[in-house]
């Protein structure tokens, strides 16, 4: 089992708020000197964690969609039973009473399963609860949802085949992925092609049915909304949508235990803890609290592989060998990915680093929302008119605007991965040494426990790991096999191996010169893995030369 040395087992005493400015630069013996600076940087891994899931939530309150938080989920998980269970016995006592809005109301709900009613009156009502909407907004948006609800069960009913395959279908279209709006849109459409009829609601039962859902989730028993009055634009005052007090406690308290949950990993700066069992092994200190060395939700199947140790003991130690393999920061790799994405090129895996501009239509335009690329109503006359004469062209400018809007649609992620990579990067240049926690999963595949970078990522990141430990080519046969991985990387692998090194040898001029200045000469732009063929020029360069 890996132990610390005593002085590092000390870090244990000392108070954990006070972890971050201990000095462990006091500690002679420099195994344990970096084992005690490893349990500050996962600390520091923690609090990332911390900001990023903070961060996340205030874009997803910016955007309307606090359920999709993780305190949102939890408040649905933990709420939907016993609130459905309510509804059912207020629906059942409603319909036994007198003719009235909550009959009606009560009525309109026996239809749908309690469960799902309160699941859409609780997902809109947290998706508000930021937003400072008022009580009508929400009900009827409630109201409507619920209405939807019938509106596809009725089609569902009708239509079960053609039903499924259309909602499988809207759910893989990258028009209608997470856009309810759309995806309503689609499905309204087709029921009334087919001529599946429904019966539209009055407008005042959408009110009336969001209201009756929303005082349920304000009764005593819920708790989960009150109303706060807001003084109206014109006159008097607008009951506003609101958390209680119980709900803010809630969502305080599951934000504690998820911050420890989730923190942002990296590479180690010393070699990982030996993997002896399913929970033992890899990071070193307590903040990094759910390692697990198989990846997988399966409790029947952690248990089965916690008690069968022995059978795990192979697996264990490969993933134990792996981990203890050194690395360190390529300098130069990631001078020359963080210069190439500075100067927006696009190379490989590497993503342009701004947004690419979406051609103008030869007309002139006018926006109502620049955002959202709304035209005024002259413009959409002008558009029309444009179109009709010019059908051709039109079809073909609106095909590149789209290529280029889907292509701007996926750069943000790209972008923050690239922002995350050079991060990491960045703060690893100095090391002499870094090491990747190793997990598998269900298959027995090894995967690096900290994602960006490391050696299973993109193009970009692998070229910037080398190991820390080189060894030298000492032979003609380890030459060959060298000269062999240049043209592998530069996808020239479909010949024999001999082909491959006389491939390395005729190409020494352009190799040499790409070498000697890679933003002059673009010639590695071509290969299969370009930031790893130019890692190898450089080291191959350095070969030849000596």
């Given at each position: 089992?890996?132990?610390?040395?005593?002085?590092?087992?000390?870090?244990?005493?000392?108070?954990?708020?006070?972890?971050?400015?201990?000095?462990?630069?006091?500690?002679?013996?420099?195994?344990?000197?970096?084992?005690?600076?490893?349990?500050?940087?996962?600390?520091?891994?923690?609090?990332?964690?911390?900001?990023?899931?903070?961060?996340?939530?205030?874009?997803?309150?910016?955007?309307?969609?606090?359920?999709?938080?993780?305190?949102?989920?939890?408040?649905?998980?933990?709420?939907?039973?016993?609130?459905?269970?309510?509804?059912?016995?207020?629906?059942?006592?409603?319909?036994?009473?007198?003719?009235?809005?909550?009959?009606?109301?009560?009525?309109?709900?026996?239809?749908?399963?309690?469960?799902?009613?309160?699941?859409?009156?609780?997902?809109?009502?947290?998706?508000?609860?930021?937003m400072g909407s008022s009580k009508g907004k929400v009900a009827e948006k409630i109201g409507r949802s619920i209405e939807d609800e019938l509106r596809f069960q009725a089609f569902d009913a009708a239509m079960p085949a053609y039903y499924k395959r259309l909602l499988a279908s809207v759910g893989r279209s990258t028009r209608t992925k997470?856009?309810?709006?759309?995806?309503?849109?689609?499905?309204?459409?087709?029921?009334?092609?087919?001529?599946?009829?429904?019966?539209?609601?009055?407008?005042?039962?959408?009110?009336?049915?969001?209201?009756?859902?929303?005082?349920?989730?304000?009764?005593?028993?819920?708790?989960?909304?009150?109303?706060?009055?807001?003084?109206?634009?014109?006159?008097?005052?607008?009951?506003?949508?609101?958390?209680?007090?119980?709900?803010?406690?809630?969502?305080?308290?599951?934000?504690?235990?998820?911050?420890?949950?989730?923190?942002?990993?990296?590479?180690?700066?010393?070699?990982?803890?030996?993997?002896?069992?399913?929970?033992?092994?890899?990071?070193?200190?307590?903040?990094?609290?759910?390692?697990?060395?198989?990846?997988?939700?399966?409790?029947?199947?952690?248990?089965?592989?916690?008690?069968?140790?022995?059978?795990?003991?192979?697996?264990?130690?490969?993933?134990?060998?792996?981990?203890?393999?050194?690395?360190?920061?390529?300098?130069?790799?990631?001078?020359?990915?963080?210069?190439?994405?500075?100067?927006?090129?696009?190379?490989?895996?590497?993503?342009?680093?701004?947004?690419?501009?979406?051609?103008?239509?030869?007309?002139?335009?006018?926006?109502?929302?620049?955002?959202?690329?709304?035209?005024?109503?002259?413009?959409?006359?002008?558009?029309?008119?444009?179109?009709?004469?010019?059908?051709?062209?039109?079809?073909?400018?609106?095909?590149?605007?789209?290529?280029?809007?889907?292509?701007?649609?996926?750069?943000?992620?790209?972008?923050?991965?690239?922002?995350?990579?050079?991060?990491?990067?960045?703060?690893?240049?100095?090391?002499?040494?870094?090491?990747?926690?190793?997990?598998?999963?269900?298959?027995?595949?090894?995967?690096?426990?900290?994602?960006?970078?490391?050696?299973?990522?993109?193009?970009?990141?692998?070229?910037?790991?080398?190991?820390?430990?080189?060894?030298?080519?000492?032979?003609?046969?380890?030459?060959?096999?060298?000269?062999?991985?240049?043209?592998?990387?530069?996808?020239?692998?479909?010949?024999?191996?001999?082909?491959?090194?006389?491939?390395?040898?005729?190409?020494?001029?352009?190799?040499?010169?790409?070498?000697?200045?890679?933003?002059?000469?673009?010639?590695?732009?071509?290969?299969?893995?370009?930031?790893?063929?130019?890692?190898?020029?450089?080291?191959?360069?350095?070969?030849?030369?000596?």
């Amino acid at each position: 089992m890996f132990k610390l040395s005593e002085q590092a087992n000390k870090l244990e005493q000392i108070d954990k708020s006070k972890l971050k400015e201990l000095d462990y630069n006091n500690i002679t013996d420099e195994k344990y000197r970096l084992e005690a600076e490893e349990h500050v940087h996962e600390r520091n891994m923690r609090d990332g964690g911390i900001k990023l899931i903070t961060s996340n939530i205030d874009k997803a309150k910016g955007k309307g969609q606090e359920s999709n938080t993780p305190y949102g989920q939890h408040l649905l998980t933990k709420t939907i039973q016993p609130a459905a269970e309510i509804l059912d016995g207020w629906i059942a006592t409603a319909l036994e009473g007198k003719a009235g809005r909550r009959s009606r109301a009560a009525l309109l709900l026996s239809q749908v399963d309690s469960r799902i009613s309160v699941f859409i009156a609780l997902k809109n009502a947290l998706e508000q609860i930021t937003m400072g909407s008022s009580k009508g907004k929400v009900a009827e948006k409630i109201g409507r949802s619920i209405e939807d609800e019938l509106r596809f069960q009725a089609f569902d009913a009708a239509m079960p085949a053609y039903y499924k395959r259309l909602l499988a279908s809207v759910g893989r279209s990258t028009r209608t992925k997470g856009k309810y709006r759309h995806k309503r849109k689609v499905l309204i459409n087709r029921m009334n092609v087919k001529g599946v009829s429904f019966s539209k609601w009055e407008e005042n039962e959408y009110i009336n049915v969001g209201i009756y859902l929303l005082e349920l989730l304000r009764c005593e028993e819920v708790g989960l909304i009150t109303y706060t009055q807001q003084k109206a634009r014109k006159r008097g005052y607008l009951d506003i949508v609101t958390a209680t007090a119980k709900t803010m406690q809630e969502i305080d308290k599951y934000m504690k235990r998820s911050d420890v949950l989730k923190p942002s990993l990296q590479p180690m700066i010393c070699q990982p803890a030996d993997w002896i069992g399913l929970y033992t092994g890899g990071y070193l200190s307590p903040f990094i609290t759910n390692k697990q060395f198989v990846l997988t939700r399966n409790n029947r199947f952690k248990s089965e592989i916690a008690e069968r140790v022995s059978e795990m003991q192979g697996v264990y130690d490969a993933a134990n060998n792996v981990q203890k393999t050194a690395w360190r920061v390529n300098k130069k790799m990631y001078d020359v990915v963080k210069q190439v994405y500075e100067l927006d090129h696009a190379i490989g895996d590497l993503p342009y680093k701004e947004q690419q501009p979406v051609m103008n239509y030869p007309i002139h335009i006018e926006w109502k929302d620049k955002d959202q690329k709304r035209m005024t109503a002259a413009s959409r006359k002008d558009y029309k008119k444009w179109k009709e004469e010019n059908p051709d062209l039109a079809r073909d400018i609106n095909i590149k605007r789209g290529k280029i809007r889907a292509i701007n649609a996926k750069l943000i992620s790209k972008q923050l991965q690239v922002d995350a990579i050079l991060g990491i990067a960045h703060s690893a240049l100095e090391r002499k040494e870094i090491y990747f926690v190793i997990q598998c999963d269900f298959r027995g595949r090894f995967y690096c426990a900290s994602p960006f970078l490391n050696f299973q990522s993109a193009d970009y990141a692998r070229c910037m790991l080398e190991f820390a430990e080189g060894k030298a080519i000492e032979n003609e046969t380890a030459a060959c096999w060298f000269l062999i991985n240049g043209a592998n990387l530069f996808g020239f692998d479909k010949v024999s191996l001999q082909d491959r090194v006389e491939w390395s040898e005729k190409h020494k001029d352009q190799i040499e010169a790409v070498a000697s200045d890679p933003l002059e000469h673009t010639w590695w732009h071509e290969a299969d893995k370009p930031f790893q063929f130019l890692a190898w020029c450089f080291e191959v360069k350095k070969f030849w030369e000596e």
